[in-house]
């Protein structure tokens, strides 16, 4: 589903990713690990073409991606998921609007809206907080919120970047289940962390980055 092809794409600062080779298969659950700099954002920003490759080829749902056009680029992204470390969320929105607002985007109908929405959060437990605005949230709210909003729409590939910082312990088990229940019913996750440990028994194989390069993994490697 997602190939990497030699793919380098290095920063003015000297950060980013060299001679890069991996394959991402649907339904996957794979993590992208290695310390800051370490070159785990710059992968997750060329899959979602927020990057182009400046050699090797990117290949995603069968095609090479390096020469898409603005529309094309905004089309690919709304079948993909996506959460940053910070949830990002429009503070003054409520809950309910930002978690719906992916549905609107892509023209589903009001009462489709209510409802998709509103299942998403009960199933992450935020039924009680469709009325808040983000600022209202804990920290583990605010990162549910987030991923409810990103899988609202039901992607075909959830990126995850950095998805258990800044909450604690309790609220890092919880969505460390969710995004196992989410990829047992089909979704494909790939998700950059420096805590892999706590992705242990759920998380398939995981690609080791050190200094740009892939260090090791226990799958995907081309």
């Not at 990117?58 to 991606?65: A, D, L, P």
């Not at 993909?80 to 409520?94: A, H, Q, Y």
């Not at 242990?200 to 081309?222: H, M, N, Q, Y």
Request: without cysteine.
């Amino acid at each position: 589903m997602i190939r990497f092809l030699k793919v380098t794409h290095q920063h003015a600062n000297g950060r980013g990713v060299e001679d890069v080779s991996f394959a991402l298969e649907r339904g996957d659950f794979a993590l992208l690990a290695g310390h800051t700099g370490a070159g785990k954002t710059t992968i997750l920003r060329l899959i979602y073409l927020d990057l182009l490759p400046q050699s090797g080829q990117v290949m995603i749902e069968g095609k090479f991606r390096h020469a898409v056009n603005p529309h094309e680029r905004a089309l690919l992204r709304r079948k993909m998921g996506i959460v940053f470390p910070e949830s990002r969320l429009l503070p003054d929105r409520t809950i309910f609007e930002n978690v719906a607002l992916p549905l609107r985007i892509s023209g589903e109908s009001s009462h489709r809206v209510h409802l998709l929405a509103n299942r998403m959060l009960y199933r992450f437990g935020l039924q009680k907080r469709v009325n808040s605005r983000p600022g209202e949230l804990s920290s583990g709210e605010q990162k549910k919120a987030a991923l409810a909003r990103a899988l609202v729409v039901r992607p075909f590939i959830l990126l995850a970047d950095e998805p258990l910082t800044n909450i604690d312990a309790q609220a890092g088990a919880e969505i460390v289940e969710l995004l196992r229940q989410v990829n047992a019913e089909g979704t494909t996750i790939l998700a950059a962390t420096h805590q892999p440990q706590a992705f242990d028994g759920v998380a398939r194989f995981t690609l080791r980055l050190k200094e740009g390069r892939l260090a090791s993994a226990g799958g995907g490697i081309l």
